[in-house]
Nanobody
Framework: QVQLVESGGGLVQPGGSLRLSCAAP????????MGWYRQAPGKQRELVAR???????NYADSVKGRFTISRDNAKNTVYLQMNSLKSEDTAIYYC????????????WGQGTQVTVSS
């Protein structure tokens, strides 16, 4: 069974920063698309950012210029660096892995809470 292990969530003030991490098995990390979704209370889950095995990235418009997704192939880990956080970024963040951008089974992490509040 594929397990994605997330860490790095927490409480931060508006304007602050957090970095989320997601470790994946080496058997999928090297070839899969990795990324992050988030789900705020009462809202649908939305794509935040994704990165292909080749390093191409995509971001939601709401986080462009503030969030950066990256991957460390030596550590089988994907990161989401979140800067200039806003209250509307408050959500549960889920790491995912998928064989391609649009096809294949989706593996999910357990989710990590990010709360932006003063």
């Amino acid at each position: 069974q594929v397990q994605l292990v997330e860490s790095g969530g927490g409480l931060v003030q508006p304007g602050g920063s957090l970095r989320l991490s997601c470790a994946a098995p080496g058997s999928i990390f090297s070839t899969y698309v990795m990324g992050w979704y988030r789900q705020a209370p009462g809202k649908q889950r939305e794509l935040v950012a994704r990165i292909t095995s080749g390093g191409s990235t995509n971001y939601a418009d709401s986080v462009k210029g503030r969030f950066t997704i990256s991957r460390d192939n030596a550590k089988n880990t994907v990161y989401l660096q979140m800067n200039s956080l806003k209250s509307e970024d408050t959500a549960i963040y889920y790491c995912y892995a998928r064989q391609t951008i649009l096809r294949g089974y989706v593996y999910w992490g357990q989710g990590t809470q990010v709360t932006v509040s003063s």
